[in-house]
Nanobody, 122 residues
Framework: QVQLVESGGGLVQAGGSLRLSCTAS????????MGWFRQPPGKQRDLVAR???????NYADSVKGRFTISRDNAKNTVYLQMNVLKPEDTAVYYC????????????????WGQGTQVTVSS
């Protein structure tokens, strides 16, 4: 069984910073892309940032220049450094990863964390 566990959310004032972490564990054979999505209240879940195993990244236009995604492949962990936070960044942030699960015969599947709340006050 594969799990993604996030940490690092919280309440911060506008202009501040937070760092999110997400670690994958369990019956992992391999991990492809890892990333972060967010869902503001009453809105859909959208991509924030994503990184492949090789290090290629893509970001939502709204966070370019402020957020940085990184990962430690040896630790099966992805990070999201969020700087110059704005009230519109307030959302539940979800970790996402494409993981090949040994218990499923190595089939590549999409996994999600439980979400972590980020609230930016003005």
């Amino acid at each position: 069984q594969v799990q993604l566990v996030e940490s690092g959310g919280g309440l911060v004032q506008a202009g501040g910073s937070l760092r999110l972490s997400c670690t994958a564990s369990g019956s992992i054979f391999s991990i492809n892309a890892m990333g972060w999505f967010r869902q503001p209240p009453g809105k859909q879940r959208d991509l924030v940032a994503r990184m492949t195993t090789g290090g290629s990244t893509n970001y939502a236009d709204s966070v370019k220049g402020r957020f940085t995604i990184s990962r430690d492949n040896a630790k099966n962990t992805v990070y999201l450094q969020m700087n110059v936070l704005k009230p519109e960044d307030t959302a539940v942030y979800y970790c996402n990863a494409d993981i090949s699960d040994l218990l499923r015969g190595g089939v590549l599947s999409d996994y999600w964390g439980q979400g972590t709340q980020v609230t930016v006050s003005s």
